[in-house]
T-cell receptor, first 113, second 109 residues
Framework: KAGVTQTPRYLIKTRGQQVTLSCSPISGHRSVSWYQQTPGQGLQFLFEYFSETQRNKGNFPGRFSGRQFSNSRSEMNVSTLELGDSALYLC????????????FGPGTRLTVL | SQQGEEDPQALSIQEGENATMNCSYKTSINNLQWYRQNSGRGLVHLILIRSNEREKHSGRLRVTLDTSKKSSSLLITASRAADTASYFCATERGNQFYFGTGTSLTVIP
């Protein structure tokens, strides 16, 4: 089976712009979670989608949003980018929710100038 | 915050030695998982231990869980240079995963 894929792998944006990141989960996986990783804050949970519905949301401002499509692919969007949004954004998929193992993609490295 | 904390933050050992890292967490959990991350890349799942288990083995990995102390440890035996990475514990509660701050392991050839 192909692993979790994320596109693009690298992205450079300027403050005020918006960005959309994409995640394709492992075939058959229905749960997709997004994380932000920075040196200072570590891995922070953004949100989780299951069956096209957002099931959990971390403590992030409304500028961060996401969605999941019927084929389980997911996108996350960050509007009005700030310098502090520079991070590695990781997507993880699992077959079901909760107790199942999460499989991570390679991440999208976002740099905001 | 329910985020776990790994200890030590950084660890440097010689190849062939054992590496032990610890994870402490704050609330009750359903399970605890350990992940490895090579520099700037995605996380790779290593092992999962459920709240009713006390010890689990997988190859050169040994994980223990003490729910009374809210702590877990990961032991890597006979370390190799390829084990150089960051190691994270993750606890699951309420269908959400909470990651620790990570231990950076360097194995010197």
């Amino acid at each position: 089976k192909a692993g979790v894929t994320q596109t693009p792998r690298y992205l450079i944006k300027t403050r005020g712009q918006q960005v959309t990141l994409s995640c394709s989960p492992i075939s058959g996986h229905r749960s997709v979670s997004w994380y932000q990783q920075t040196p200072g804050q570590g891995l922070q949970f953004l949100f989780e989608y299951f069956s096209e519905t957002q099931r959990n949301k971390g403590n992030f401002p409304g500028r961060f949003s996401g969605r999941q499509f019927s084929n389980s692919r997911s996108e996350m969007n960050v509007s009005t980018l700030e310098l502090g949004d520079s991070a590695l954004y990781l997507c993880a998929s699992s077959m079901t929710r909760g107790t199942d193992t999460q499989y991570f993609g390679p991440g999208t490295r976002l740099t905001v100038l | 915050s329910q985020q776990g904390e790994e200890d030590p933050q950084a660890l440097s050992i010689q190849e062939g030695e054992n590496a032990t890292m610890n994870c402490s967490y704050k609330t009750s959990i359903n399970n605890l998982q350990w992940y490895r991350q090579n520099s700037g890349r995605g996380l790779v799942h290593l092992i999962l231990i459920r709240s009713n288990e006390r010890e689990k083995h997988s190859g050169r990995l040994r994980v223990t869980l003490d729910t009374s102390k809210k702590s877990s440890s990961l032991l890597i035996t006979a370390s190799r240079a390829a084990d150089t990475a960051s190691y994270f514990c993750a606890t699951e509660r309420g269908n959400q995963f909470y990651f620790g701050t990570g231990t950076s392991l360097t194995v010197i050839p």
